[in-house]
């Protein structure tokens, strides 16, 4: 791929856009008095700030380059990423998990765990997150800086350095409050960054009409009906109809209910953002106005990529994408359309919008990481009874520590493809099982903390079975799956294996935890689990004025407009 | 709130709208530069588009700090 040549207007678009970064991180620095004001925001942010942070931090530079490649790939039923992958899970957050959360004064998630369950719940939850989250932060900037190379000829030592720099300054001098800032901040550059894209590429292939017919040439070359990049929920009533190797109930039941479920509503990433609103309604609103955006960021990344497959399939377009093996680089999506279409100027604004979503990707997985270091790990099992300033020092150091360690995760990214691929499948066992334990804490209230425990493990060992007894169609490596030594079952694609292995550790992790709860004894009394259980919290009346205040009825809009987007996308 | 977001986020935008603006401007003649972008002036449209979005959010933060300082 030829590297593109910037201008001065580049250049000055991106040294503005780091100026103001910086400079918000300096502004809130005089406010961060305690470890509180630095690890949770103080709980005084407004719900439109909160909620528009919580979908800009998942909006990372892996996100949006993934979704672009997946809409190149799957076309229009990646949607379902958003609409059936995030917004049940969205609104099931604000109406009825928030009041535990933000109610319970835990401070993190795996608090939360410690105060409803045991510690050693709490501890594996806070050490396998701290983990992952160091990793997911090394790995997206070791993609950034690839990028960076191959695009602008930039040094891989010089963009990891500048980019972990200008996050580490706005983290440490702001804490959590400044990423939150920063997160609104680039979310709207990265709307605004990419939508010329989205508009050149509609206007280049006639439109909606346009690309639906280009896209229809390609479904049927490939032998499946003529809308199935460009449909939803039609090409899912049969795996063998469309790309994805999906059915519907492995998709409603793998991604709309147990994989979107255990992210958006167990991930302290995301999580924390809500806890950190000035209010309770505010808290609860946070996911639900995360929401109204996020129902419409597929156009902004999945119409690019279908846009580049359609462009792909016209020979006369003047534009392909490379070739990678014996399939197209899906990943490089964005970056060639960004050089494809757009001239000196915006151009800058596009790769800084990419740079952006990068940053506020990273931010979260480092304000995320140096809380549940500092609470959860620090204070819990290395220090505890110190005084709140040095539980500032710390925090502010495992923001230093943290990004250190996420500069090495990505330069072992590079060395080691493997291992990186290794560790993010574990991280999806730990995860998968997550959102029963959840939900058996939350709504039933005889749940044990060994109930719990045991049930995290044994979840997370079936997935590994599931994983190593499985293949996808066309597998090569171990990685893959079927390392057991025998193959039961070949599922149709890498995507349907993942959404079964969610669905095993799932429902594996519910049942060992109901049997064993059943069978020990509950330790924490009635008081204790006020404000953590369902049916021992008193029902919280919502403070607003007004009934069109109340997060049930920001819930009803946003419901109201997913079905209505499925519908006209069926 | 001790920094009102709007604020910054207006500021940016504006200087960033009004940067691409004169530039596209400036650019309009030029055959070459817009060729990939369908003829279309990009830097202009864009520019204008962030100078309207950065003058609401300031127009919105400096009303809240004019109400709250009454």
Redesign the interface.
């Known amino acids: 791929m030829e590297s593109f040549a910037l201008g001065w207007v580049d250049y000055t678009v991106m040294l503005v856009y780091f100026a103001f970064v910086l400079g918000i991180g300096y502004a809130l620095k005089r406010y961060m008095k305690s470890s509180a004001d630095f690890l949770t925001g103080g709980k005084s942010i407004p719900a439109w700030i909160t909620g528009l942070a919580f979908i800009s931090t998942n909006l990372g530079a892996l996100e949006v380059m993934g979704m672009a490649a997946s809409g190149a790939k799957y076309g229009m039923i990646t949607t379902h990423f958003y609409w059936i992958g995030a917004i049940p899970a969205m609104i099931f957050l604000g109406l009825f998990m928030m009041p535990f959360y933000y109610g319970s004064k835990a401070r993190s998630v795996p608090e939360y765990l410690k105060l409803r369950f045991d510690e050693k719940t709490r501890g594996f939850n806070a050490v396998s997150f701290a983990v992952m989250t160091i990793f997911a932060s090394g790995i997206s900037m070791y993609a950034l800086a690839m990028l960076m190379e191959t695009l602008l000829g930039w040094n891989f030592t010089f963009s990891i350095f500048i980019s972990a720099l200008i996050v580490l300054i706005y983290t440490y001098l702001g804490g959590l409050k400044s990423a939150i800032y920063n997160e609104v901040l680039q979310f709207f550059l990265i709307v605004i960054g990419f939508l010329p894209l989205v508009f050149l590429g509609l206007i280049n292939i006639g439109g909606w009409e346009g690309l639906t017919s280009k896209l229809a040439e390609v479904a049927t070359s490939h032998g499946y009906a003529a809308g199935a990049y460009t449909e939803t929920w039609r090409p899912v009533a049969n795996a063998a109809d469309n790309p994805m190797g999906i059915e519907w109930f492995g998709l409603i039941m793998g991604l709309g209910f147990v994989l979107s479920f255990g992210y958006w509503c167990t991930n302290f990433l995301v999580v924390q953002r809500a806890m950190a609103a000035g209010s309770m309604s505010a808290a609860r609103k946070t996911p639900l106005i995360g929401a109204l955006p996020k129902m419409f960021i597929p156009f902004l990344v999945i119409l690019p990529g279908m846009i580049a497959m359609a462009l792909t399939s016209d020979p006369n377009s003047g534009f392909s994408l490379p070739i990678k093996g014996n399939t197209y680089d899906y990943d490089k999506v964005i970056p060639m359309m960004l050089g494809y279409y757009f001239p000196t100027g915006v151009l800058g604004l596009g790769l800084t919008a990419l740079m952006a979503s990068f940053m506020s990707g990273m931010a979260g997985n480092v304000t995320a990481f140096n809380t549940v270091w500092t609470y959860d790990i620090y204070q819990s099992y290395i220090s505890p009874n110190k005084s709140d300033k040095h539980y500032l020092w710390m925090g502010q150091m495992a923001t230093v520590f943290g990004v250190l360690v996420s500069i090495g995760a990505a330069y072992m990214a590079k060395l080691f493809n493997n291992v990186m691929d290794f560790l993010q499948l574990v991280f999806a066992f730990i995860n998968a099982p997550l959102f029963a334990t959840f939900l058996l804490g939350m709504f039933w209230k005889r749940t044990t903390g060994h109930g719990a425990f045991y049930g995290l493990l044994s979840g997370t060992a079936a997935a590994a079975v599931h994983h190593g007894l499985t293949q996808p169609a066309g597998a090569t490596s171990l990685i893959k799956g079927g390392w057991l030594g025998t193959v039961v079952h070949t599922y149709p694609s890498e995507m349907a294996q993942n959404f079964w292995t969610a669905i095993f550790a799932f429902f594996s992790c519910l049942v060992i935890t109901i049997i064993i709860s059943l069978l020990t004894k509950q330790t924490k009394t009635r008081e204790e689990l006020t404000g953590l259980v369902y049916s021992l919290t008193p029902r919280i009346r919502d403070e607003s004025k007004h009934w069109y205040q109340r997060p049930q009825f920001l819930a009803v809009i946003v419901g109201v407009i997913a079905v209505i987007l499925s519908i006209i996308f069926w | 709130?001790?920094?009102d977001?709007r604020l910054?986020?207006g500021?940016?935008?504006l200087?960033?709208g009004l940067?691409?603006f004169i530039?596209?401007l400036t650019?309009q003649a030029d055959p070459e530069?817009?060729r990939?972008?369908?003829e279309?002036n990009?830097?202009l449209?864009?520019g204008l588009?962030?100078i309207v979005?950065g003058a609401l959010m300031l127009l919105f933060g400096l009303r809240a700090k004019r109400s709250r300082t009454k």
């Open positions: 709130m001790e920094v977001i910054p986020i500021f940016m935008f200087l960033l940067l691409l530039f596209g650019t530069i817009y990939r972008s369908l279309i990009v830097n449209w864009s588009l962030m979005f």
